[in-house]
């Protein structure tokens, strides 16, 4: 495994993989404390230059540590059969279908491959191949060059801003201009795409206008929506709570099976489980906006704070406890105090 300097490494594939700058800062930070682990792979097509196959991340990163030599591991191949290999290696790890594709494009061009040959060389169906192509010839050049920096959402490209283009070139062209290195996710691409399917002339041009104020009023809209249906389902939680204990009141549980009072309290068990854990992610997502009100909060206590468990007006789970004896009065198993319901 030899060390090589860079300027021998050619690097002429670097284009075809897609720049992921919070991947790329973890191996710096790796690269820093215990140096390189793992040797870049290439191929010496003559005595002066080797062709880098895999390790451009590496590389990179090496040159920004200031690094002289980096250790490379050598492929007694030829670069086609290298390439393919290296992906056959790698397949399903990381590449998107566009990074396929731009493997594929370069390997018809430069080696005069036929989509049989390369399905041949990849394993794969011709339809395969051609899907891959037909990413990279239907997607705007200068959207391709901001996916290779990493200024766009890898996995958004083939779901959302091919087919995009595919409606309207010029207009996949704008949404990238307004969208590319802002950190949005395949998502906020997806809301966007919906977004101008779903508009008239006018709409598209606000949207293509300002995407980012699109997003944010979007994201208030949505916010909205989903507080009202958290209220609808607590409620409706709520009035579950109270048709169950008005049943109880009139149920003759003396003469209920053992096995139905078990089934009972370990499905009341689940059930005060979810809630706590529903009031916990509750408390966490509000936690930035301030103290809990204490006024006019149907579960909070004098002390403001949300516990069902310490609420004096929770005259449900005080009769909890009778209902306890009632149920397993003659020794029954349900409340027994090493049981879950316990």
């Given at each position: 495994?030899?060390?090589?300097?860079?300027?021998?490494?050619?690097?002429?594939?670097?284009?075809?993989?897609?720049?992921?700058?919070?991947?790329?800062?973890?191996?710096?930070?790796?690269?820093?404390?215990?140096?390189?682990?793992?040797?870049?792979?290439?191929?010496?097509?003559?005595?002066?230059?080797?062709?880098?196959?895999?390790?451009?991340?590496?590389?990179?990163?090496?040159?920004?540590?200031?690094?002289?030599?980096?250790?490379?591991?050598?492929?007694?191949?030829?670069?086609?059969?290298?390439?393919?290999?290296?992906?056959?290696?790698?397949?399903?790890?990381?590449?998107t279908?566009?990074?396929?594709?731009?493997?594929l494009?370069?390997?018809?061009?430069?080696?005069?491959?036929?989509q049989?040959?390369?399905?041949?060389?990849?394993?794969?169906s011709?339809?395969?191949?051609?899907?891959?192509?037909?990413?990279?010839?239907?997607?705007?050049?200068?959207?391709?060059?901001?996916?290779?920096?990493?200024?766009?959402?890898?996995?958004?490209?083939?779901?959302?801003?091919?087919?995009?283009?595919?409606?309207?070139?010029?207009?996949c062209?704008?949404?990238?201009?307004?969208?590319?290195?802002?950190?949005?996710?395949?998502?906020?691409?997806?809301?966007?795409?919906?977004?101008?399917?779903?508009?008239?002339?006018?709409?598209?041009?606000?949207?293509?206008?300002?995407p980012?104020?699109?997003?944010?009023?979007?994201?208030?809209?949505?916010?909205?929506?989903?507080?009202?249906?958290?209220?609808?389902?607590?409620?409706?939680?709520?009035?579950?709570?109270r048709?169950?204990?008005?049943?109880?009141?009139?149920?003759?549980?003396?003469?209920?099976?053992?096995?139905?009072?078990?089934?009972?309290?370990?499905?009341?068990?689940?059930?005060?489980?979810?809630?706590?854990?529903?009031?916990?992610?509750?408390?966490?997502?509000?936690?930035?906006?301030?103290?809990?009100?204490?006024?006019?909060?149907?579960?909070?206590?004098?002390?403001?704070?949300?516990?069902?468990?310490?609420?004096?007006?929770?005259?449900d789970?005080?009769?909890?406890?009778?209902?306890?004896?009632?149920?397993?009065?003659?020794?029954?198993?349900?409340?027994?105090?090493?049981?879950?319901?316990?």
């Amino acid at each position: 495994m030899p060390d090589l300097e860079f300027h021998q490494l050619d690097l002429r594939y670097e284009r075809l993989r897609i720049r992921r700058p919070r991947r790329e800062g973890r191996l710096l930070s790796s690269l820093a404390v215990a140096g390189q682990q793992v040797a870049i792979v290439v191929v010496q097509p003559d005595e002066e230059r080797y062709v880098v196959i895999d390790g451009f991340k590496r590389v990179r990163a090496l040159r920004q540590l200031g690094s002289d030599t980096i250790a490379a591991v050598t492929w007694d191949l030829p670069e086609e059969e290298a390439l393919a290999l290296s992906h056959l290696m790698a397949a399903g790890l990381e590449d998107t279908a566009l990074e396929q594709g731009w493997l594929l494009w370069e390997m018809r061009l430069r080696f005069s491959l036929s989509q049989e040959d390369l399905a041949l060389r990849f394993d794969r169906s011709v339809s395969w191949v051609s899907r891959r192509l037909a990413l990279v010839k239907e997607l705007p050049g200068s959207v391709q060059d901001r996916l290779r920096l990493g200024e766009l959402p890898a996995h958004a490209a083939g779901k959302y801003l091919v087919p995009l283009a595919r409606a309207k070139r010029e207009d996949c062209e704008r949404l990238v201009l307004g969208i590319a290195g802002r950190a949005l996710s395949t998502r906020d691409v997806g809301r966007l795409y919906r977004a101008y399917r779903e508009s008239d002339r006018e709409q598209r041009e606000a949207l293509l206008e300002s995407p980012l104020l699109y997003l944010r009023v979007s994201a208030s809209s949505t916010g909205d929506k989903a507080a009202l249906s958290l209220q609808r389902d607590v409620a409706d939680l709520l009035a579950i709570c109270r048709r169950a204990r008005s049943t109880l009141r009139t149920a003759t549980a003396a003469q209920w099976p053992p096995q139905v009072a078990d089934k009972l309290f370990h499905d009341l068990a689940r059930v005060l489980r979810e809630i706590r854990q529903l009031k916990n992610k509750l408390e966490k997502e509000i936690a930035d906006v301030g103290p809990w009100p204490t006024v006019g909060n149907p579960g909070t206590c004098a002390s403001g704070a949300i516990d069902p468990g310490n609420c004096s007006d929770n005259e449900d789970l005080a009769q909890g406890g009778q209902a306890c004896d009632s149920l397993g009065s003659g020794g029954g198993a349900a409340c027994r105090p090493d049981r879950e319901s316990a």
